[in-house]
């Protein structure tokens, strides 16, 4: 009986150690939180505000001057 549990805990700890897929889990977070920050970013510049101070900043980089 005792033979059968160490088999249990050796298997566990075979799976536990095996990092296999760990990479495309750390990608699969790394863009999912680049999703958020994006859609927050979009969240913020649709802002009446925001909108006319980018324009307003687009607008004097491209004016000439005399």
Known sequence: MRLG??????????ALADESGSATAEYAVATMAAVGFAGLLVLILRGDEV?????DLVRRAL????
Do not use: A, K, N
């Not at 549990?5 to 075979?14: A, I, K």
């Open 5 to 14: 549990r160490l088999d249990r805990l050796r298997s566990v700890r075979r």
């Open 51 to 55: 909108r006319g101070i980018l324009t």
């Open 63 to 66: 004016t000439v001057t005399d």
